[in-house]
C-alpha cells in the first residue's frame, strides 16, 4: 500500500490553492459535531470506492478524527484499484487543536 501522511500545513496549503479535497470517513455524527471547511462525508462503515466524489484535479485526502479510519480508507480505496494514496494523519483533532477553522 501507498501512504503519503499529510500535516495539517499541507491539509491547510492544499485546501487554499484548491488542489485537495478533503474526504472525511467519520460517521455522520462526528462530522455535524464540526468538520474541515469544505470536507466531504464518506463513513468508513458504509465506504463505497464508488461514491469517492470526482474532483477532477484534485487530489482526494482521507481524514477521519485521528488517522486510523483514514489509513483503512486508503486500504479498501487501493484494493478498489484508486489511485488515491494521502490521508491526513492527524485528522480532525489535530486540526481542531492546531485552531483550524471548523465548519457545522
Ligand atoms: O478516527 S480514528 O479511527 O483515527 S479514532
Known amino acids: 500500500m501507498i501512504v503519503k501522511d ?6 491547510r496549503a492544499g485546501l487554499a490553492d484548491g488542489s485537495i479535497l478533503v474526504v472525511d470517513v467519520r460517521e455522520p455524527h ?5 468538520h474541515i ?11 463505497d470506492p464508488a461514491a469517492i466524489p470526482d474532483a477532477p ?20 480505496a487501493q484494493s478498489a484499484g484508486l489511485d488515491i494514496d494521502s ?18
Open 6 to 11: 499529510l500535516d495539517i500545513d499541507a491539509v
Open 57 to 76: 484535479g484534485k487530489r482526494i485526502v482521507f481524514s477521519c478524527a485521528a488517522g486510523v479510519r483514514s489509513l483503512r480508507a486508503l486500504e479498501f
Open 87 to 104: 490521508h491526513y494523519f492527524g485528522g480532525f483533532k489535530d486540526w481542531a487543536m492546531r485552531g483550524g477553522p471548523v465548519e457545522r
Open 30 to 34: 462526528e462530522f455535524a459535531a464540526g
Open 37 to 47: 471547511p469544505g470536507s466531504t462525508l464518506l463513513p468508513l462503515s458504509q465506504f
